[in-house]
């Protein structure tokens, strides 16, 4: 704190955004003058509980008990976690901080909000870390840049790892790793990918919230310094539907506490998986139709779940595999991790990090066995007998509200607040794609947002 202090005294940070995700992926928050943010550090922030209940473009959602509860629609409160304290490079004396929301001001210790992405992945680690274990994790998101006025594609031509076509980025590509390593996180490669306009920039794992918050703050940083450059960058699932779906591959293993060893590993076992992975993984596999809701949540994520596109229609598992969901990967014995290949780009980092601890201590807990081997050969289109993921966001928020462990785990509150909100996303969708030219418009405007 006390380095922030001098940032502010000596006119280093100006202003201060004062972020929340919400439950669509948006950073949503208000911006204060520096001195006024010191005063509310420990006041905390007041901010309208119904911010939590708006859809993307900001049209507020009933039947959540959000609004319901108070209908005065009164405060919560933004408490800065000022170990996320960031200057913004590519701005001029400006910094950003996350939150946690909380129901009363002036106590730290109050309440927190039951429905606040952070605050339910918080919870979970939590538990992770009760159980002596540590998460390890990154995210690798695909995105297109499209051209700000026709919100098309700022490329013709499909050069997957082209490097001349890499090559023509590679001005905002330094520019964007660059401020990424100036805020402490890693990137590490980047690539054209499978479509024109389309992009992928992987990053570093991290331990704990740090693997979501890196991956919060990822998506708008690219947003903006693609916007400094003249792009539009977006990163809804399925922008166009004649091209490919962009992703957004969940990586993760689970670690002793003391961040010196991979529990995953087991060099000695014949397919080098310890006995801990197989259960991890087990549990994943026994939550998938519910989990699918968390990594795909809108109905446009699910156009991306096409065969032969490369991303998972099915419940299959495998070694170094792209054609199953769940992508084992066991290069040594501290590379030897679960690549969910379900979400899409759109998927809000909390709440996939927060269901897969869930399912994955399930495993853990009931000493789950995988119900099959591993599958190999082109698993995209599946047979008989390899079950199906559902094929709709309908179809998995069934799953997803009938699931017994995620229930206890999210709560009542929070089970009602996202079912009534991803409605609210199908009824939108459904409006919208009736009419060919309302689809493209609907993924054009979104396309912006996201």
Same mark, same amino acid.
């Given at each position: 704190m006390e380095k922030i202090r001098r940032y502010i005294k000596d006119r280093t940070v100006e202003l201060v955004r004062v972020e929340l995700e919400d439950l669509n992926g948006l950073s949503r928050g208000i911006i204060l003058e520096a001195e006024y943010f010191l005063k509310k550090v420990e006041e905390g922030v007041p901010l309208c509980t119904s911010i939590l209940s708006l859809t993307t473009d900001g049209e507020l959602v009933k039947n959540t008990d959000i609004p319901e509860e108070n209908n005065e629609y009164s405060n919560g409160f933004l408490y800065p976690d000022v170990e996320t304290f960031k200057i913004l490079p590519w701005l001029k004396n400006s910094a950003s901080v996350l939150v946690d929301f909380r129901l009363n001001s002036n106590d730290r210790s109050s309440p927190v909000f039951p429905i606040s992405p952070r605050v339910v992945c918080k919870k979970q680690i939590k538990k992770l870390e009760e159980m002596g274990f540590e998460f390890y994790g990154a995210f690798e998101f695909e995105y297109y840049l499209l051209n700000q006025t026709t919100k098309k594609a700022i490329s013709d031509t499909a050069a997957y790892c082209v490097t001349s076509e890499n090559s023509k980025y590679?001005?905002?590509?330094?520019? /964007?790793?660059?401020?990424?390593?100036?805020?402490?996180?890693? $990137?590490?490669? =980047?690539?054209? *990918?499978? $479509?024109?306009?389309?992009q992928e920039l992987t990053l570093a794992p991290t331990f704990g919230i740090s693997c979501a918050d890196t991956a919060f703050r990822f998506r708008h940083l690219v947003k903006e310094i693609a916007s400094k450059h003249g792009y539009l960058a977006t990163f809804l699932s399925k922008p166009f539907l004649s091209g490919s779906g962009s992703s957004g591959h969940f990586n993760h293993s689970i670690w002793s506490m003391n961040s010196t060893k991979n529990l995953f590993s087991n060099l000695e076992s014949p397919n080098k998986l310890s006995k801990l992975a197989e259960q991890w993984l087990a549990g994943l596999i026994c939550h998938s139709k519910s989990l699918i809701a968390l990594a795909c949540p809108t109905p446009n994520c699910f156009q991306r779940l096409t065969p032969g596109a490369f991303s998972p229609c099915n419940l299959a598992w495998g070694y170094d595999n792209r054609t199953v969901t769940y992508r084992v990967k066991n290069y040594s014995a501290s590379q030897t991790y679960i690549e969910n290949r379900m979400p899409g780009a759109a998927v809000n980092p909390y709440l996939i990090m927060a269901g897969t601890i869930m399912a994955g201590m399930d495993g853990i807990r009931r000493k789950l066995k995988l119900p099959f081997g591993p599958c190999t050969g082109n698993n995209e289109i599946g047979?008989? *007998?390899?079950?199906?993921?559902?094929?709709? /966001?309908?179809?998995? /928020?069934?799953?997803?509200?009938?699931?017994?462990?995620?229930?206890?785990?999210?709560? *009542?509150? =929070?089970?009602?607040f =996202?079912?009534?909100?991803?409605?609210?996303?199908?009824?939108?969708?459904?409006?919208?794609?009736?009419?060919?030219?309302?689809?493209?418009?609907?993924?054009?405007?979104?396309? *912006?947002?996201?």
């Open positions: 590679e001005g905002m590509v330094s520019d /964007l790793m660059q401020n990424l390593r100036k805020m402490g996180i890693r $990137s590490e490669t =980047f690539h054209t *990918e499978l $479509s024109p306009g389309q047979g008989s *007998e390899i079950e199906q993921l559902p094929q709709s /966001l309908n179809d998995a /928020l069934d799953h997803f509200r009938g699931d017994e462990l995620f229930k206890k785990e999210f709560g *009542e509150d =929070f089970m009602k =996202f079912i009534a909100m991803k409605k609210k996303e199908i009824l939108i969708s459904k409006e919208f794609e009736q009419d060919k030219d309302l689809g493209a418009q609907y993924r054009e405007r979104y396309s *912006e947002l996201i």
